[in-house]
């Protein structure tokens, strides 16, 4: 089945440690993004990427980081320097193909802090 | 940047009952997605309609990009139809989604 992957589901973690986010697609597509989602808000960008080796800031990069070393896969690493990490966080994938970028999302994690 | 705003926030009906969701923005775009996030948060793609009108079952949507606005329309709840919905638009020169803070969906049997 193509789609996204998104481990683990969820996240406890102990402040001062940097937490790594899965996240794996099998759609093929070239755009890739990190959403961060607090309680009855929408969702606002931290980082994408549109080509492998390559990666942007979102609105929200402070106190995370991203690698991108292979099409099929975005991990995101919370760190320490991140003030408030608990959150729900959601991956995307898209075919920036010219006028047409549909975003597809996978099932999320939510990382708490204790 | 691009402001996106969803209406009404919250929205409570009787199942069976019909509804219209409104979502404003105040630029041009060249992506306009719908989306249902369910209780377990999951985000699901509802339609894709940067401009024009899409039908899908009991759901369908409508965006006047001249005016900037989208509405959603749910006919016949289903106590299933419960959750968040989201509009989320992407301006020309740019590459990411801006989402409305949603309007809330409260389907009662």
């Known amino acids: 089945d193509g789609g996204i992957t998104q481990s683990p589901k969820y996240l406890f973690r102990k402040e001062g440690q940097n937490v790594t986010l899965s996240c794996e697609q099998n759609?093929?597509?070239?755009?890739m993004y990190w959403y961060r989602q607090d309680p009855g808000q929408g969702l606002r960008l931290i980082y994408y990427?549109?080509?492998?080796?390559?990666?942007q800031k979102g609105d929200i990069a402070e106190g995370y980081s991203v690698s991108r070393e292979k099409k099929e896969s975005f991990p995101l690493t919370v760190t320490s320097a991140q003030k408030n990490p608990t959150a729900f966080y959601l991956c995307?994938?898209?075919?920036?193909?010219?006028?047409?970028?549909?975003?597809?999302f996978g099932p999320g994690t939510r990382l708490t802090v204790l | 940047g691009i402001q996106v705003e969803q209406s009404p926030p919250d929205l409570i009906l009787q199942e069976g009952a019909n509804s219209t969701l409104r979502c404003n923005f105040s630029?041009?775009?060249?992506?306009l997605q719908w989306f249902h996030q369910n209780p377990w948060g999951q985000l699901i793609n509802l339609f894709y309609?940067?401009?024009g009108t899409k039908q899908n079952g009991r759901l369908s949507a409508t965006t006047v990009a001249t005016e900037r606005y989208s509405l959603l329309y749910i006919s016949s709840s289903q106590t299933t139809d419960s959750g968040v919905y989201f509009c989320?638009?992407?301006?020309?020169?740019?590459?990411?989604?801006?989402f409305g803070t949603g309007t809330r969906l409260t389907i009662i049997p």
């Open positions: 995307a994938s898209s075919i920036p193909s010219g006028a047409y970028n549909e975003q597809f």
């Open positions: 759609l093929n597509h070239d755009a």
């Open positions: 990427s549109q080509i492998v080796n390559d990666f």
């Open positions: 630029d041009s775009v060249n992506n």
């Open positions: 309609i940067p401009s």
């Open positions: 989320a638009v992407v301006d020309f020169g740019n590459e990411k989604l801006t």
